[in-house]
């Protein structure tokens, strides 16, 4: 699966199957389930899941708790439009 197909399953009734944690809270978010996609992120301990976490937190606008999660990725802050940055992180996490 790459990007564009990714983004077309948002309008699916169900989830791509065998997708990870983080590209699961990803799809999630991008059909407007913040609380679902922040859900599955907060049980995966992974630092994927840690930079999906920090991606959400800075789109809820609380750029303290994203600092920490993007920390907690080993990854810098992100500074990139908020859609720029989903997709960057889709497009890491699909490979």
Do not use: K
């Not at 407007?32 to 599955?40: C, E, I, K, P, T």
């Not at 930079?51 to 990139?80: K, M, T």
């Amino acid at each position: 699966m790459n990007l564009q197909q990714f983004r077309t399953s948002l309008s699916a009734a169900t989830c791509p199957e065998s997708l990870s944690p983080a590209l699961l809270a990803l799809w999630t978010e991008g059909r407007g389930d913040w609380d679902s996609a922040h859900r599955v992120v907060q049980a995966d301990g992974g630092s994927d899941a840690a930079w999906v976490h920090a991606y959400l937190h800075r789109r809820e606008g609380d750029s303290g708790n994203a600092a920490y999660w993007y920390g907690r990725a080993g990854r810098p802050v992100c500074r990139d439009d908020l859609d720029t940055e989903w997709a960057a992180i889709v497009g890491s996490l699909l490979g």
